[in-house]
């Protein structure tokens, strides 16, 4: 039997990671339901009768969601006081460019869409940073509201990030709401999670007086206060967590707003799932590396150690499905090595991992609920929910390991409309499934139970991920 000590070793490592960050998750969920804390937030800035840029960087796009684009925005920017523009900054090649710009400029003058402008950009290195820093340096009014091509804003969004702003904040975050192309298993589960992520990392922890960190889509900036940080960085992944450490680590303020809805496209395959969630798990690991230890702990003495703390476990969001995946990997194959069921908790492990997952779980159905699901749905997307994050939990440890080693990774935009369409089977999720199989089968054999039903239980999420991920649903 495996000395009691080197078991606890791998529970303390492998196990309770992930169970600890999910429960302080959950804990401020339901702590973060209450009346918001207000820190420091200054005198109104004056700036309700200034106007709005809108800017949305482009590349490699389907025309029909530039020109929806279009259509939302003239929709949403009809009954606005304040003067407005909007500024597509495409970064693709002229003669792939040409035709979009002009049927976007048709489009967008056919609805009425003022001081609308498709810039073709042919200067300066490409990708999304250099674009949205050329969209501040040529946009002309106090505020700028950044979205995805695929965003949608309602008519009352900006108002109400205007007031953020007013309330003495320099940036302010908007409360996404999910919304998918492809009625998919996947796309409608994505868009249920969504509420409960927002609930918690954001609505949450600003009620709790956390920092708040910018989101690439849906966040409105005083321009004076990007120009002072120094725009946004070039050789980052994660550009909108980095501006955050930046603001943060400056004293400026970043606020939320519950009241301002954007419709943010979750992904539909699994493919555009996987490229999402690997870009975004590599670029929190690379932020807390290098802006949060270069611009945010200077500030300790100013923001406090619960503050400083919290702040790099919000980055920390991905280690439990990297930890999950690495524990999937090791513990299995150790249990049949030494030929113990690693897996057998004490019930003082047992107890704690207990207590944390049902507590996770409970938040989740919490949160879920208010949208006014029945039970059963409610119950049947949070399996969905956990299949389909399992099985991306061997992306998140690979691009968590590459962060960590200062691996470079390209950015890849996350397909969107009919790009999503252009999947296959993913290789390593079919390696991955092999051997949880085999060491299932391993540890079935010798008698190591616990250890046989935990991984079964991931196994049938993976498998289950195969079959129904990409089913088309009605919802």
């Known amino acids: 039997m495996v000395d009691e000590v080197i078991r606890s070793l791998i529970y303390v490592f492998l196990i309770m990671p992930s169970v600890v960050i999910m429960f302080v998750h959950s804990v401020i969920y339901f702590l973060g339901g209450g009346k918001s804390v207000r820190r420091g937030a200054r005198a109104g800035t004056g700036l309700l009768n200034s106007g709005v840029s809108v800017v949305v960087p482009v590349k490699n796009e389907p025309e029909h969601i530039v020109i929806e684009l279009i259509e939302n925005l003239s929709k949403g920017l009809s009954e606005l006081r ?23 400029e048709e489009h ?34 106090d505020l700028i509201l950044f979205l995805d091509v695929d965003s949608r804003i309602r008519e009352d969004t900006i108002p ?3 007031s953020c702003i007013e309330s003495g904040h320099d940036a302010c975050v908007a409360r996404w709401v999910g919304y998918s192309y492809r009625k998919t298993k996947l796309g409608v589960s994505l868009t249920y999670s969504m509420k409960y992520v927002v609930d918690t990392l954001y609505r949450g922890r600003h009620n709790l007086g956390f920092m708040i ?3 690439g889509t849906g966040t409105m900036y005083r321009k004076d206060v990007l120009l002072k940080v120094g725009l946004w960085e070039r050789n980052v992944i994660q550009d909108d967590m ?42 929190a690991i690379e932020t807390l590396k290098k802006g949060y230890l270069k611009y945010v702990v200077k500030r300790s ?31 299995p194959a150790l249990s049949i090595l030494l030929r113990d069921d690693l897996m057998r908790m004490n019930v003082y492990f047992l107890t704690a991992f207990s207590v944390m997952t049902v507590a996770y779980g409970l938040s989740i159905y919490e949160s879920l609920e208010k949208l006014k699901l029945p039970k059963l749905r409610i119950l049947k997307s949070m399996g969905s929910i956990a299949a389909f994050t399992i099985s991306i939990s061997p992306h998140i440890l690979t691009h968590t390991i590459k962060a960590l ?19 296959g089977r993913d290789t390593n999720l079919v390696l991955f499934a092999t051997y949880l199989t085999a060491t299932l089968l391993g540890n079935l054999i010798i008698g190591n139970y616990f250890t046989s039903m935990w991984v079964g239980v991931f196994l049938a999420g993976i498998f289950y991920t195969f079959l129904k991920a990409e089913k088309l649903v009605h919802a």
């Open 213 to 215: 960190f910018p989101l």
């Open 242 to 283: 980095y501006m955050g450490t930046k603001l943060h680590g400056a004293g400026y303020l970043v606020g939320y707003s519950d009241e301002a809805l954007v419709e943010v496209s979750v992904p539909s395959s699994f493919k555009a799932f996987t490229i999402q969630q690997t870009r975004w798990a590599f670029g």
């Open 108 to 141: 967008a003058s056919r609805l009425g869409l003022r001081n609308f402008r498709f810039i073709i950009r042919t200067e300066g290195p490409k990708g999304r940073a250099t674009a949205l820093n050329y969209g501040i340096l040529n946009s002309k009014y």
């Open 160 to 162: 109400k990030l205007i």
């Open 301 to 331: 003495r100013d923001l406090g150690l619960l503050r400083l703390v919290e702040g790099a476990l919000f980055l920390l969001q991905y280690i439990p499905l990297a930890s999950l995946s690495l524990s999937l990997i090791l513990i």
């Open 405 to 423: 080693l200062d691996n470079r990774i390209s950015y890849i935009v996350t397909p969107k409309g009919e790009k999503e369409l252009e999947s």
């Open 82 to 104: 304040n003067d407005y523009e909007v500024l597509i900054v495409c970064d693709d090649p002229p003669e792939a460019a040409l035709g979009l710009k002009k049927a976007s």
